[in-house]
C-alpha cells in the first residue's frame, strides 16, 4: 500500500531521530531576522547563523519538515505553478543538518539508506543518479567506490550559470552567506517520460527529477564574491516532500499525489468546477498552501513588500476559480480541508483558521467586485489587439483601477500566447508616483523635506534636561544662521533629552533656552541621525552655534511613558489570553492614551475586555520593574523578547522587560515601575480591516478621569429619573415599558378621533355624475390615521371616491380610495399619480387604495380641484 505524504514526511523525521538528529520544528514563513530574505525558501534558513557561527544549538544534527515558499525575491515559481507538475508556490523540505558533526561522508551514505533502505522508502537502485560539483572527487569517490553507484549515473557538473560558483551543483542561499559544492539526487521516471540525464540538452524534461539535495557547506560568500571557510563545515540536505511523495506513490506529477487530490477534490466542490482535469484547479490547490499558511504566519494582504506577494496569489486563485466556474467566495472554503491533510504541519494553522479564513473571504470579496469590470476591460482590449503584446498603459489601468497585479494579466495574456509590455508598465507607474508626488508637495510638511546630515545623542532616557549645542537650523526648508521672534523653525542638535517620533511613541515637546531667545517646541522629529525639534521662537534670537538648555514638559512625558509601558503590558496580556498568534499590527502612544492594532479574528467579548483590564491592572499592583537592557539581537531572541515582523533591527538592540511578565525590543520611554501606571482602562476596540483588531485605553489621570466622567453620568442620568446607583435600571426599564404603553393609548386615541372625524367629513361629500366623491385637506393628521379615515369613509359611503390630503412637516401625502364596485371605472393609483405629478413628487398602489407624497405644497389646493375635472371625464354619462 502507497504511503500517505503525511506517513513520509514522518518516516523522513523518524529515521534521522534514529540516527541521532534532533527533530525542530519548522520554523516560520516570515524569516525571523533576516531582511535579506522575502520568505523563508528553505529548510536551512533557521539555522542559517549555526553555520556561519554566530549562534549555537543544544544539538549537532537536527531534521525538519520546513514549510516553504518560493512566490517573489530570488527563487520565485509562481508563474509556473499549474503548468508543470512539479513547482509550487509552496512546499515542504525535509532537510538533516549537521552543524560540524558529520560530513560527506556520513551524509551521502544517510541518504542512500533512506531511499534504498527495505524498511525505509525502498526505492530501486537503478532507478537513481546522483550529480556531484566537478572538482568534487571526494563526494565522486565516495558514490563510486563506496556506495557503488555504477560510473555512467554519476555526472560531474561545473559552473554552468554562466561565473566561478554559478553551479548546479554549488548552492548558495542569496548572494551572501553560507554555501558549498552540493551532490543531487535525481529519480529516473522512465523512458515513457520525455527529458534527459542531468547535464544532458534535455534536461528540463520530466523523465529524470531531482529530489535530494545534499550541501556540504563549507564557505560563507562574502559580497565581492570571495569564500570564506566556515568554522566547521557542515550539512543541509533539502528533498521536495511533495516530489518524493509521488515518486512512492507511482505517480509522475506532484498533483497526482493524496495531498493535491484531496484539496483539488475540495476545489471542485467549492467552485463547482466541471473538467476535474482544468490546470486552474491545480493552481487553486496550490495557492490555498501559501495564502493560508502566510497569513497563518502573520503576513496580511497589502500593496507593498510580503503582503503584495500574497495579495497576488490569493487574487490569481480568485481568477482562476472563476474561469472554473465559481459563482461565489470560495477561496476560503479550502482552509478547513487544507488542515486536515496537513495533519500535524498545520498544527499552527489550525488555532487560527478563522482568522485565516475572514482575511481569505475579504480580499476575495473586495476583488471580486472589480474582477468581472477588469476583465471585461482587458477582453476588449485583446480583441482588439493588432499585434502580440498588450500596451503597458491598459496593465497600469488594470492594476490601479482594478487591483490587476501585473502578473496576473500577464497570465491571462500568456493563455492567449500574447505579451505585456512590463517597460511601458513601470513607465505608466513612475508617471503616476509623479503625479502622486507632485500632488502631495500641496499638503507635504516642509520639515518632512529636510535634508540634514548632523547627528543627535539621545540622552532623555535618564534626563528630562541637557545642555546641548545649535547644530543647524531650518526655516521653511532652508537652513538659515538665525532665527527670530515668532519665527517657525526646526531646530537641531548635537545632543537633547527630546525623544523624537518612532516605534509608534509621540515626539517631545517643552523648550530651548538660550542667553539671547526661548524656543517652544510643538513636536521632535528625526531627519535621518539628527533629532529636529519643531517649534517657533517665543521672543529674542537663536544663534546657529549657541548653546541652549532643553528642557522636556516632563509632565507629558510622563503621561507618554505610562502609556507606553501599558502598552507592553497589553501585548503581553493578549499573548497570554490568546495565545502566541497575537501580533502587534501597530501602535499610537501619546499622551492622551494609547492605541494597540494586532492580528486577532473576532471582536471581543465585554467579558473578555473586562480580563484584560483584570490581568494588567494586577500587573500594575504587583509593581513590577521595568527595565531595559542593550544586547545583541540574538541574545534578545534567547530571552524571548517580541519583535516585530518586517521591522530591521540593528546588531545591537534594547530590550525592555517588564518584571517576569514582558520581554520585548523597543527604543521608547517608560515608567520605573508598572505601580506608576495607576489604572489601566479600555475605552474602546474595534476592527480596522479583515482580521485585525484594535484596542485604544487609557491610563493614569486620565484613567481616573474616565471613571469619574462615567460615574458622574450614571449619577446624572440618576437625578433625572429620580432613582440611585441601585434602583436605577429598573428605573429606566419602568419608565420605557411606561412610555411604550402611553404611545400605545395615544395611537388609539388618535384612530377613535379619525373615525369621529371622517363622519364630520362626511357632509362634504359632492356627487360627479352620479358618484359620490368626497376631496379634502386636513390638519395634523398621520398617515397611519389618514389611512383608517379613508377606509372608514369607505365603509360609511358604500360607493364612493375618497382623496385625502395633509400637509406636514413641509411635504403633502395624500391617500386615495376607491370603492369596489367603482375601481372598474376609475383606479386610486391613477388618481395619486396624477396629482403626485402635479405635486412633485411620487405615489402608486392598489386600485382601491394608493398613496402619494410630494414637497410643492403650495400646488395642493389647485391639485385638488384638478381631480374633479378628471373624476368628470371618467364618471361621464353616456
Ligand atoms: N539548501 C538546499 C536547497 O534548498 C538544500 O537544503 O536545495
Redesign the pocket.
Known sequence: MNKSTAEIRQAFLDFFYSKGHQVVASSSLVPDDDPTLLFT????NQFKDVFLGLDNRSHWSAATSQRCVRAGGKHNDLKNVGYTGRHHTFFE?L?NFSFGDYFKHDAIWFAWELLIGQNWFNLPKEKLWVTVYTTDDEAYNIWANEVGVPAERIIRIGDNKGSAYASDNF?Q?GDTGPCGP?SEIFYDHGEHIWGGAPGSSKENGDRYIEIW?L?FMQFNRQADGTLLPLPKPSI???MGLERISAILQHVNSNYDIDLFKTLIASAIEATGASNPDSKSLRVIADHIRSCAFLISDGVLPSNEGRGYVLRRIIRRAIRHGHMVGAKDTFFYKLVAPLIDVMGNAASGLQLQKTMVEQVLRAEEEKFVKTLECGLALLNDKLLKLTGETLDGETAFRLYDTYGFPLDLTADICRERNLRVDKAGFECAMDAQRKRARESSCFNTDYNSLLRVDEVTRFFGYKHLEHQGWVTALFRNNQPVDVIRSKEEAVVVLDETPFYSESGGQVGDRGVLKSASGVFEVSDTQKYGKAFGHKGKLSYGELKLHSQVTAQVDSARRERICLNHSATHLLHATLRQMFGEHIRQKGSLVNDRYLRFDFSHSQAMKLEQLRRIEKILNEQIRRNLSIQTDIMSLKDARKKGAIALFGEKYDAQVRVLRIGDFSTELCGGTHAVRTGDIGLFRIIAESSISAGIRRIEAVTGEEAIASLHQQSDLVQHIAQLVKGNHQTLVDKVRTLKERSRQLEKNLQQLKNKMAVQESASLAHKVRDINGVKVLVSQLDCVELKTLRIMVNDLKNQLKSAVIILAVVMNGKVSLIAGVTQDLTNRVKAGDIVVHLAQQLGGEGGGRPDLAQAGGNNIAALPAALASVDSMLTAKFRVE
Open positions: 525558501n528553505a529548510g536551512m523540505m532537510g548552492w542561499m552540493c539535495n550541501v543541509d540536505t533539502g
